[in-house]
């Protein structure tokens, strides 16, 4: 920090026995390290600070008539200081910006800063001053960082101004890709990054568009150091503030410690540095009193300060910090290792807040000591205790209302609740399937699943049950899926029609369902052919179509195939190569019999590449009396690219 100064106020006199001091390295009796403008600590002597054996310090003591330097230090020294206050105080307006770029250089890119300010040669009302650089071949972006730092120190108005003129960088450097300045906090300054080839982004902070925030340099600190050479051992004090006066018996001895601040040190093994800091006092009952402001006091402080009887903690308030995640903890025994010893908050009211999210009140410590429960205390006699489980997860939300909780093991009534999924009941040889009702006594009943050939009846009693179907059941067979596929088709393909896959008189009629059938191009014809005597038939049908596409609706007769799509290739109402493809459901009637099998579509729809949603409704049949033992569908040119047919078989 530049031009830091100690105003000692009311007049310091120091009393010392010197001993050696060190300056630069050199030891030299009754000399003394004082700052030297402009450059590092020299050699000082008692003579050129114009100072006697028992020196007196003024206020701006200085070097060579210079301006304030940072500070005079005097080592290995033993002082004694008679005052009434030390004041510390800085001046130094410096402020501290940090940003680290990011992105890859362009070769022949130039990358700038400009700096603009509230008064002196770079006034924001001109067009500042800059700092550029121009990326070479191959640079990388550390580099450039390190040459706009170079670029502006070249730059005698915007660097380290001597003239005076307020809001110059006062200093600059860079560290890998981070580039960190000091500038005047008194005035407002501004930074724009530019790159003309836009491949490197500033990651300057918002707040630079219209000012700098000012994040001040180190404050002045009053700092005790002590350097042994050695690490210090567990138990050391570093350093100790004590508070001495006199007492009745020798009123004009100084001889008698009220009290002391201490630093010890706990572990001293880098990564594990551990310290403690101590605040004690004397008193003559051997109770050390202790208190911060009006929050914190002990009972041997002083009852006129509102404390009670010995051993006893009066709080106002314990913060636990200002950063968020803080986590103070408060233990009945100082080792860490309590056993059998208790903690007791006692008051008519004891509350757990928490700010903005609320506050957890947690028992144990997970993986680590078990929650052994919270007892809570009947008004009139015993005792209940809430215990987690061994392993133990989730969250239990109580109602915002006033009732009674219900157990497991306890006859418990029910009002007003909603079973969410998934629900399961035991209500004895349950079985997937199975179906409940409620009984002639109100009670809840299983009946179990019945066969694929069952429908559900009510009985003489006006119960539930399982009846024979009246009329023909439908069986699933299969699911065709399409995967690019050049056809789809039930031969050799559908394994509830036997090995072979083929249509039989076990079924009188079959029901295709298709389900987004997509084409690998666009604008295509969805065709649907029997199979008969061994072979797909291309020829022979007698069919007709009709389509509506918007409110234009038109038709026609195919004698190649049964078209389920309008039957034109390349036409903006045929089928589109895009989801959601076309769906509909197809009924093959009494396939098996040697007679003209019928093939009947119902009203089904798909997307055509130029008129939107289509609807489509088509039948037809191959005009031979011969029995159809399955089918094939493909596209009148292309592949399939997705989509599938789930198989029924009717009886």
């Known amino acids: 920090m530049r031009y830091l100064w100690f105003a000692f106020l009311f007049f310091i006199a120091l009393g010392f026995t010197p001993a050696q001091a060190q300056c630069n390295g050199v030891f030299a009796a009754n000399n003394y390290c004082g700052s030297v403008a402009g450059g590092p600590p020299g050699q000082v ?87 550029t650089t121009t990326v070479t071949s191959g640079e990388s972006l550390t580099n450039v960082i390190a040459a706009l730092v170079t670029a502006i120190k070249g730059n005698a108005n915007l660097y380290n101004n001597v003239a005076g003129a307020q809001g110059q960088i006062l200093a600059v450097s860079s560290a890998g890709t981070t ?90 093994t880098s990564g594990s540095i551990l310290g403690q800091l101590g605040f004690t006092a004397g008193n003559s009952n051997a109770a050390d009193g202790f208190f911060l402001g009006n929050g914190i006091c002990t009972a041997a402080y002083a009852t006129s300060n509102g404390c009670g009887g010995v051993n006893t903690l009066t709080i106002g308030e314990i913060f636990g910090g200002t950063a968020a995640n803080a986590a103070p903890t408060i233990r009945s025994t100082s080792n860490g290792s309590a056993s059998g010893d208790t903690l007791t908050l006692e008051a008519s009211s004891v509350i757990v807040r928490g700010y903005g999210g609320g506050a957890n009140f947690d028992c144990g410590i997970a993986n680590s000591v078990g929650c052994l429960g919270l007892v809570l205390a009947g008004t009139s006699s015993g005792a209940t205790t809430l215990s987690p489980s061994a392993v133990a997860s989730g969250t239990l939300t109580l109602p915002a209302a006033t009732d009674q909780l219900v157990a497991r093991a306890t006859s418990d009534t029910l009002t007003n609740k909603t079973l969410g999924a998934p629900v399961s009941m035991a209500l004895g040889s349950d079985a997937t399937g199975d179906i409940y009702y409620l009984n002639s006594s109100g009670n809840l009943t299983r009946l179990g699943i019945g066969s694929n050939t069952n429908v559900l009846s009510v009985s003489a009693g006006g119960l539930p049950q399982w009846s024979p179907a009246i009329g023909g059941a439908m069986t699933y067979l299969c699911t065709i899926t399409a995967s690019n596929s050049a056809t789809l088709t039930n031969i050799s393909n559908c394994a509830g029609l036997g090995a072979g896959g083929t249509f039989t008189n076990a079924y009188t009629s079959y029901e295709l369902i298709f389900q987004a059938i997509v084409p690998a191009s666009d604008q295509k014809i969805l065709e649907f052919q029997i199979h008969s005597g061994g072979a797909y038939k291309a020829t022979g049908y007698l069919s007709t179509h009709y389509v509506c596409a918007g409110a234009s609706c038109a038709g026609g007769n195919v004698t190649t195939y049964i078209p389920l799509t309008y039957a034109t290739d390349s036409n903006a109402v045929s089928l589109h190569n895009a989801a959601p493809g076309f769906s509909n459901t197809v009924i093959i009637t009494n396939p098996s019999a040697n007679a003209i099998a019928m093939v009947t579509s119902g009203n089904g729809g798909y997307i055509s590449e130029g008129s939107g949603v289509t609807t489509v409704q088509s039948s037809g049949y191959w005009n031979t009396a011969a029995a159809v033992d399955g089918f094939q569908v493909l596209m009148d040119s292309g592949n399939i690219t997705s989509g599938s047919i789930l198989v029924y078989g009717i009886e």
């Open 179 to 268: 580039l960190s300045l000091d500038f005047n906090s008194n005035v407002a300054m501004t930074v724009a990054f530019t790159d003309s080839a836009s491949t490197i982004t500033s990651n300057l902070p918002v707040a630079c568009a219209t000012a700098c925030s000012a994040a001040l340099d180190t404050n002045p600190q009053f700092a005790i150091s002590r350097s042994s050479g050695a690490a210090p051992v567990a138990g050391s004090t570093l350093g100790t503030i004590s508070f001495n006066g006199t007492q009745s018996t020798s009123p004009t001895s100084i001889g008698t410690t009220y009290g002391q601040i201490l630093t010890r040190v706990l572990n001293s």
């Open 45 to 131: 002597s008692l003579g050129s600070l114009g100072a006697p054996n028992y020196p007196v310090i003024h206020p701006t003591l200085t070097n060579s008539g210079a301006a304030p330097a940072h500070s005079l230090l005097w080592n290995d020294n033993n002082w004694i200081l008679s005052l009434d206050e030390i004041a510390m105080n800085s001046t130094d307006p410096s402020a501290l910006l940090s940003f680290t770029p990011t992105g890859t250089p362009t070769n022949t890119a130039t990358v700038t800063l400009t700096f603009k300010f509230g008064s002196g040669a770079c006034i924001s009302s001109g067009a500042g001053c800059t700092a």
